[in-house]
């Protein structure tokens, strides 16, 4: 069974830093990607950065030179590390598992909330 908890998130002020976790918890053979997207008031959500096993990173060109994603402790656990936060990155932030194997189905975090602020 895969579990994803979520950590990290909170406010901070415009140029802060700030660094969400995602703890993972998978069946054996499951090689998967991590995706973070993120959610702002009244908008879609959208893609932020992913981290694949190889591990080969991914970023929108929104946070590019920003965003970190890192994969650590054999790849169950994931950071993104977020600097130089702008007022436009609040959001509400996830994290999605994503290995495409039958026995490890993909699964969202429940999200945490992301505020910069003027």
């Known amino acids: 069974q895969v579990q994803v908890s979520e950590s990290g998130g909170g406010s901070v002020p415009a140029g802060g830093s700030l660094t969400l976790s995602c703890a993972v918890s998978k069946p054996e053979y499951c090689d998967h990607d991590i995706t973070w997207y993120r959610q702002a008031p009244r908008e879609d959500r959208e893609f932020v950065a992913s981290?694949?096993?190889?591990?080969?990173?991914r970023y929108a060109d929104s946070v590019k030179g920003r965003f970190t994603v890192i994969r650590r402790n054999s790849g169950d656990t994931t950071s993104l590390e977020m600097n130089r936060l702008l007022p436009d990155d609040t959001a509400i932030y996830y994290c999605k598992f994503e290995s495409g194997y039958s026995w490890c189905p993909d699964l969202w975090g429940q999200g945490m909330q992301v505020t910069v602020s003027n």
């Open positions: 981290i694949s096993s190889a591990p080969r990173s």
